[in-house]
């Protein structure tokens, strides 16, 4: 009688294939001159992916918080192998060539974390990550492989200080732009510059690095209070360990990625986006690890998310505190908990073994806490972003509603075809009060890479400019606040009609009705319409341009990501597209 085949119960069941049986042993002698003995072959190999670099602040620390993760990963019975992979730093990019890559490194991340563990044939994941893009990218590439995995964030950086103030990096950003207006002078804004990163950790507000910790475990691919714990702060350790003990038991169990990234489950991320005032970069990354698992969720599902759930979080940039001070506050358990306790969210697994409603009931409150309200009397009563279309959006954009009460502007278009040029015109005045900024060929082909425009939106801020709003195929900082909507889509490199628009030009944005149109006859500029001959492109930006979708579907590059969620009542009249026309 034939026995039956139990290999695919075994924990170590991918890596056998490698490790065990006679027609392995030229593997098996490559792991034991890299440490493995008799023993270890029966164990799981729990890959750690690290994004460790020493360029930023927000990853130079992982390499030590891996050796925690080791630590657990050995003591639950597993075998850790470590990877690096890369890290493009936003801060240091920003408003250069350099941060047209930002948003392609995305890919690259989630690609080398597929390779790197496929190509090894490993069980289970533990990814380390810090700057933005790589939270999202791990995200993703545990949703493609569905392998288990999970993400361990390295933490927020600390408050800097200026005299008695506490400061973070969006500081600077202004301060520069104060610099230009003659507000501030050169030993001042060296003062800003010097004191708003004190040491370790990502970018202290709720921009995109902390947003999107905060949605991973409301998502249940990071485990609860991991994520929250400061770069800095001695509990890091336990944390780091309590990652490699998870990942164990994990694939002991059988739990895969996509156990925890569902629907349901990307749902509580978005409205936790909503409730903490988080970055709008938010919407691209949900999508697009939406589109690698296979979900049905999209941008639609965002905006529904922040009508639903009214911003409860006093977090900079449009509130006063800092990431640090909500963990000090309660972290992200205590926002889970008034979510729960509100019904805005469903109960889901999460890869600490527990469900996320067991996690939030553990909550506790600082008292006397100022930093998340509740729903009975939010910080603000609309969510922290809104999906608009239109005229210049046929397939949507992404407006920014924290930091601002406006619901309606009206002004002349003053058009940018790229980043630099819009940069220069605020800082020596030639844009200001009551225009309609737009800043179009920066959208994931036209760019190629999809910039973000914290440089302008923080400059504005700087010379106080307070009564103008930006529109952009690009994208928007985390760090951004103010009336500004990105992602405009279809972009201006394929003819999308934001290319169509001329200095001048009527722009309305009206966020009640979901709409942002210019009152001029667009389509009948079509026709004598040439697109502008966008920047050329080699290496890996011009695999991107070939190969990305629009920004309304993740700006992914898996093949046919799903189309765009569009209400019907808001779909576009028919509009062609121009091909792309590159500079030889």
Request: hydrophobic content about 45%; glycine content about 10%; aromatic content about 4%.
């Amino acid at each position: 009688m034939t026995k039956p085949d139990n290999s695919k119960n075994r924990p170590n069941a991918r890596s056998s294939a490698v490790t065990a049986g006679p027609n392995r042993a030229a593997a098996r002698s490559y792991l034991r001159a890299a440490g493995m003995q008799d023993a270890d072959f029966d164990k799981p190999m729990i890959a750690i992916v690290n994004t460790w670099s020493t360029v930023t602040p927000c990853n130079m620390h992982l390499d030590r918080l891996a050796k925690d993760v080791r630590a657990g990963v050995v003591a639950a019975g597993g075998y850790p192998v470590d990877f690096n992979t890369i890290v493009v730093t936003d801060g240091i990019s920003m408003g250069t060539p350099g941060m047209k890559a930002s948003l392609i490194s995305r890919e690259v991340v989630a690609d080398s974390i597929e390779l790197a563990v496929e190509g090894h044939q490993l069980d289970g994941v533990v990814c380390i990550v810090g700057c933005d893009k790589t939270i999202p990218a791990a995200a993703m590439a545990l949703a493609r492989m569905d392998i288990p995995g999970l993400v361990y964030y390295g933490g927020t950086i600390m408050p800097g200080r200026i005299g008695e103030k506490e400061v973070s990096v969006q500081e600077v950003f202004e301060a520069i732009g104060a610099h230009g207006a003659g507000a501030l002078d050169d030993e001042g804004l060296k003062a800003v510059e010097s004191a708003v990163c004190p040491g370790a950790g990502a970018c202290g507000g709720q921009f995109t690095a902390n947003t999107m910790a905060m949605a991973l475990s409301m998502m249940g691919i990071s485990p609860m209070g991991a994520n929250d714990v400061p770069a800095v702060d001695p509990a890091k350790g336990a944390e780091g360990e309590r990652c490699g003990r998870l990942i164990v038991e994990r694939v002991f169990a059988g739990d895969t990625a996509r156990k925890f990234i569902t629907r349901a489950s990307l749902k509580n991320a978005a409205v936790a986006v909503s409730a903490s005032g988080g970055s709008t970069n938010a919407v691209m990354h949900l999508t697009a690890i939406a589109a690698e698992a296979g979900v049905d969720f999209g941008v639609e599902d965002c905006h529904q998310a922040c009508i639903e759930a009214p911003v409860i979080c006093d977090l900079k940039p449009g509130g006063r505190f800092l990431a640090s001070h909500l963990y000090a506050a309660g972290g992200t358990r205590l926002v889970a908990q008034r979510l729960a306790e509100a019904g805005k969210i469903v109960n889901t697994p999460t890869v600490s073994g527990r469900s996320l409603f067991a996690e939030a009931a553990e909550a506790e409150e600082q008292p006397g806490q100022q930093v998340v309200t509740s729903f009975e009397a939010p910080v603000m009563a609309r969510g922290s972003y809104a999906v608009i279309y239109g005229d210049v959006a046929p397939e949507g954009a992404v407006i920014k509603l924290t930091g601002h009460k406006v619901d309606r502007f009206e002004g002349p278009a003053a058009v940018f075809d790229c980043e630099e040029d819009a940069f220069h015109a605020v800082q020596d005045g030639s844009v200001g009060e009551g225009d309609v900024i737009i800043i179009r060929y920066e959208g994931p082909k036209g760019g190629p890479g999809m910039r973000e425009m914290l440089q302008v939106t923080a400059a504005l801020k700087g010379r106080k400019v307070e009564n103008v709003a930006l529109l952009t195929d690009g994208r928007f900082s985390g760090a951004s606040y103010g009336f500004v909507a990105g992602h405009v889509s279809p972009e201006a490199a394929v003819g999308g009609p934001i290319a169509l628009i001329r200095d001048g030009d009527p722009i309305v944005i009206d966020v009640t009705n979901r709409r942002i149109d210019v009152l001029v006859d667009l389509e009948a500029r079509r026709a004598d319409f040439a697109p502008n001959r966008v920047r050329p492109a080699q290496g890996v930006f011009a695999k991107y341009r070939a190969a990305v979708a629009s920004a309304s579907q993740g700006a992914v590059t898996i093949p046919n990501p799903p189309p765009a969620q569009i209400p019907a009542d808001l779909a576009p009249a028919s509009h062609s597209n121009a091909a792309i026309s590159e500079d030889a």
